[in-house]
């Protein structure tokens, strides 16, 4: 059984603009201790995806169906107190403006202390203790000292690594980490990435890492799972994904790929933008950006499939799963584009052929 | 759908309300919230006619496979804040033909509980959306209007009997090229 297993998450916003489905039948699994990252542009769905794993969808969302199974129970099912003992005990969370997560009104070091005598139940001293080696394994330096410093006594990046300290006090199966790093520069950036890397390790966490940055994903994830338009597109070992990219968006991400810190828009080179939610193309939400697109694209949504068979990948179970049209032979033309590898550098160049 | 002038002999039934506003002193009126006020007061009915919807289209005729764009605007003509009880949490929903989002399948199922939706007063809001000229015949299909002409219609998600009140209609033509 994996750790967590989500199967058909579907969540939808009632805006007044519309119905908002923010997540499409969304299946995948995080392994015991593995690194799964969810990649996408800005509003795919990356976040509602997570925090529906906290049951932390607000009005007007609602998870519409499909089930959360940690540990084999759904979530989904679970009582408000059971979900509240799950939050930041076994699961712990990251956010995209981590630094909110601190209480201004206390210092650093309480906040944690208070944390781990909670979920742990560890006495004041002991709990104290603990505090001041995390404080150190994140990199703050002279945690001891650090201990009693007021959150705005540090700086974004020490903030962050506070966070993260807090985050792993309790010893999470899983830590779903959203965006942790995209509010720091970058030479931060690539340490902080490393200090999650390296305390999952430690502690034998399962990461759920969310970001917008293929960068991050080919640093740090052992598997992926990219999103458009609340929809899984590509489901990939990390490797696999770079190496063999097998949709047209995954492609167009790549096309410009990632270095970490790079602050160019790396999704500039896909044309357009993402659709407004309330109104999805007809077919492949992708199709109106997409170079390779038909016309069967515009009438015809295609299911995630295993690219090499044409078979069915949507459940949890899929490694390799890729919805496009093209692996379920509704397609005339081909996606001819080729992945070149430069040099020694891991990070890859898109040669698009049809130019 | 109801125009501005068969609105006029409703303004009888506004006066009552308004009076009673000017009862209240200033300070008790800070302290309740208009939405709670309007629900107290205005009845249902009224509170229905009292939102204008339209649905219009830039043009009448499209060539086929076209993107036809529409733009939707409400209107609450009263003074005072109106909340609409919807039947589900989808406020609003377009049509094709009568087809909710042109599709002939159920793409919604909400949640079984009512809706709210607020405007404040004299609010107008504007929504637009598109027609791709495609119906959705299944889950995963859709297929290709043929020529002729098509009936565009909005409307709040009130019971159906009401719902010509808080609704309107256009139709566009689709020519050949
Ligand atoms: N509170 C809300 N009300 C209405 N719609 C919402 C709400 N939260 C999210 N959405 C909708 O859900 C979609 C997905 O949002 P989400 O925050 O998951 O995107 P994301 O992939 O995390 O993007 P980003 O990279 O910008 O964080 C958005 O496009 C938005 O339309
Ligand atoms: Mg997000």
């Known amino acids: 059984m994996a750790l967590l297993e989500v199967e058909d998450l579907t969540v939808n916003f009632y805006t007044e603009e519309g119905v908002v489905t923010a997540a499409d039948e969304v299946s995948y699994r995080v392994e015991r201790g593995e690194k799964f990252g969810i990649v996408g542009e800005s509003g795919a769905g990356k976040s509602v995806t997570s925090m529906s794993l906290m049951r932390l969808i607000e009005d007007p969302g609602r998870i519409e169906s499909g089930e959360i199974r940690f540990k084999g129970e759904d979530i989904l099912e679970m009582s408000e107190t059971e979900v509240r003992e799950l939050r930041g005990n076994e699961i712990a969370m990251i956010f995209q403006d981590a630094q909110t997560a601190l209480n201004p009104v206390f210092t650093v070091g309480e906040q944690i202390s208070e944390a781990i005598r909670h979920n742990l139940g560890y006495d004041d001293d002991k709990a104290r203790e603990r505090t001041i080696r995390l404080l150190d394994e994140v990199g703050i330096p002279e945690a001891e000292a650090r201990y009693s410093d007021y959150p705005h006594e540090f700086s974004g990046g020490m903030q962050q690594r506070a966070v993260i300290a807090m985050a792993l006090s309790c010893d999470p199966d899983l830590l779903i980490a959203d965006e942790p790093t995209t509010a720091l520069d970058v030479t931060i950036e690539a340490k902080i990435l490393d200090q999650i890397e390296e305390l999952a390790e430690e502690f034998d966490t399962a990461i759920q890492l969310i970001t917008h940055d293929l960068g991050v994903i080919a640093k740090v994830c052992d598997r992926v799972m990219v999103m458009y338009a609340g929809k899984p597109v590509e489901k990939a070992a990390a490797e696999e994904l770079f190496y063999d990219p097998k949709h047209p968006y995954t492609v167009g991400l790549m096309s410009s790929i990632p270095r970490i810190g790079d602050t160019r828009d790396r999704l500039q080179t896909i044309p357009g933008t993402m659709p407004d939610l309330v109104d999805v193309p007809t077919g492949c939400s992708f199709h109106p950006r997409c170079p390779y697109a038909e016309a069967a694209c515009t009438r015809k949504e295609p299911k995630p499939v295993d690219p090499d068979t044409g078979m069915d990948a949507t459940g949890t179970d899929a490694d390799r799963a890729a919805a496009c049209l093209a692996y379920t032979g509704d397609l005339a033309g081909e996606l001819d584009y080729t992945v070149e590898v430069q040099g020694e550098d891991p990070r890859l160049q898109l040669g698009d052929h049809r130019e | ?177």
């Open chain 2, 1 to 177: 759908m109801r125009r501005l002038s068969d609105f006029t002999s409703g303004r009888q039934d506004i006066e009552p309300f308004t009076r009673d506003r000017d009862d209240v002193s200033p300070q008790s009126m800070r302290s309740i919230d208009g939405g709670f006020l309007s629900r107290l007061l205005v009845p249902q009915w009224l509170k229905r006619r009292a939102i204008t919807v339209e649905i219009a289209t830039p043009q009448t005729a499209y060539a086929l496979g076209a993107q036809i764009p529409f733009e939707v605007t409400m209107k609450n003509r009263l003074p005072v804040p109106v909340t609409l009880t919807t039947r589900s949490p989808v406020l609003w929903t377009w049509t094709v033909d009568g087809l909710t989002e042109a599709s002939h399948v159920e793409l919604r199922d909400p949640p079984d509980e009512t809706g709210e939706f607020s405007f404040s007063r004299g609010e107008r809001k504007r929504f637009s959306g598109r027609w791709t000229q495609k119906f959705r015949v299944a889950r995963r299909e859709w297929e290709p209007a043929t020529p002729g002409e098509y009936t565009l219609g909005a409307s709040i998600n009130v019971d159906t009997a009401e719902q010509d009140a808080v609704g309107d209609e256009t139709t566009v033509r689709l020519v050949p090229e």
